[in-house]
């Protein structure tokens, strides 16, 4: 038995006969395993331990000590102090040794082993020395991989509030205020949540705080777009598939439930999950298990789901598009974030907020804003909502030195009249009588600057595909094809 750690113990007895019984039955290891202290009562005991918990590894404790606080008692005294302390109790023969409840309580109370001690005539020994010895080695052991798994949870938890620290909620309007507080509850209770709100308005931001504060945090957080991939592809996004399930599956694929397995998975857009992936996700809801292609042994996953979407799924419902039974399953708590315009007082805010961050994140210096500038900025009726304020404001650090004025902003919208001659440009690619290009070019053309046009002035690919009357995998398709992305 060797380590290469020394091993300091905190020895409570106050029988100095058993005291040197302790020392003589760990002397075959005592260059590892150091008696720093002796003392004779709990009340000692705990005031050592609180000036240097870091200075003992184990307490080895007589369970029979005269007064004070003694048994359990000081079991849980000394484990309040450190929890990763180890306590080993000593106890006198009288114990019944198939005193189950005795040694239960004392495993309860967080003592890691205990020993009925050796008959008075034994003078060289306290215990069995190898399994005394056993006993300290097993006790340092524990202590220390519970110090490195505190240590690791400390830096996830550090992780976890720089996480947090850069992905702040601002606003101090009531609706954002209640917002916060009812996030930190529904956090903890472990139910689906469905966040609405119009496009841009936080609901990404609001699902992560959700997953950060919430149990699963050191879990994995994954989110999908529904949106954003075409119908054939969702479903083995979501719930994978076995090798060889169908022609081309040459390898097994995770999906994104079994790889979040006990954290959270974000469902954004869930408005535009086609039927046949809706009636799985209801499965996963209902049973928390994944029907993977090709596969007939079912898969238990534990996964909590958080889903978004800007659409009205009521009437997506009424319309057939959207499963009831899944609207239900996913709506048992709603978060709704009110749109910007209907906070306005958050405005002045947000746009502190993003002036500062960009500012630093650029290396910029921190221009000033005019107040009839900053009265622009709270009059306009944000249609893309927090996110276009943040785009906007990224723009005006790079465009403005100084000072932010008026015309700025108006510029920064894109709502300053278009010079005469870049529009006679862009008409004369189409009426130049000179130059009457083939009707698929022109087409292609169009289209592209269409797109521009409306992506520009929409805060996300979902709000620009819902405007053009598209689906968004085909938007996203189609902007692939024009070289937009
Ligand atoms: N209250 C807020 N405080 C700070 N930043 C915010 C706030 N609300 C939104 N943002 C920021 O605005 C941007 C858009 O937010 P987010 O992506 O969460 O919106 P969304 O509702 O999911 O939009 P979409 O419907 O288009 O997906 C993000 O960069 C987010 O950090
Ligand atoms: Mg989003």
Known sequence: ???????????????????????????????????????????????????????????IMDYQLLGGITGENLIRKIKEIDPTLQIIVITK??????????????????????????????EDFIYQPTDFILSILNAFEKKRLLKKEQSSKRKLEQNINQILNEKVLIGESEAIRELRKKIERVAQQDSTVLILGESGTGKELVATHLHYLSKRRFEKFMTINCG????????????????????????????????????????????????????????????GEIDKIGRTVKVKVDVRVVA??????????????????????????????????????????LVEYFLNYFADNLGLARPQITTSAMDYLKSFDWPGNVRQLQNVIQRLLYNVDGQID????????GLAPQSKISSEQENSFVWDAANIAA???????????????????????????????LAPPNFHRMCKELGLK
């Open 93 to 122: 023969m009288t114990v019944n040794i198939t005193d189950f409840d005795f040694a239960n309580r004392l495993i309860e109370a967080g003592a890691m082993w205990y020993c009925t001690k050796y008959p008075g005539d034994i």
């Open 1 to 59: 038995m060797r380590f290469n750690q020394k091993i300091n113990i905190l020895l409570i007895e106050d029988e100095e006969y058993d005291a040197r019984r302790v020392q003589k039955t760990i002397a075959p290891l005592a260059d590892q395993i150091r008696i720093q202290k002796i003392v004779a009562d709990g009340q000692s005991a705990l005031e050592t331990l609180q000036k240097a918990p870091n200075q003992f590894d184990v307490v």
């Open 308 to 349: 978004a979407t800007n659409k009205d799924l009521v009437k997506a419902v009424q319309q057939k598009k959207f499963r009831e039974d899944l609207f239900y399953r996913l709506n048992v708590i709603n978060l709704y974030i009110p749109p910007l315009r209907e906070r306005r007082e958050d405005i002045p805010l």
């Open 228 to 287: 954003s991939l075409p119908h054939e592809l969702i479903e083995s996004e979501l719930f994978g598939f076995e090798k060889g399930s169908f022609t081309g599956a040459t390898n097994k694929k995770i999906g994104l439930f079994e790889a979040a397995n006990h954290g959270t998975v974000f469902l954004d857009e869930i408005g535009e999950l086609p039927m046949s992936a809706q009636v799985k996700l209801l499965r996963v809801l209902q049973d």
């Open 406 to 413: 008026v015309e700025d902003v108006k510029n920064s919208l």
């Open 439 to 469: 009707w698929r070019d022109v087409e292609k053309a169009f289209k592209k600057k269409y797109f521009e046009f409306v992506r520009k002035r929409t805060s996300s690919d979902a709000e620009a595909a819902r405007l053009l009357g």
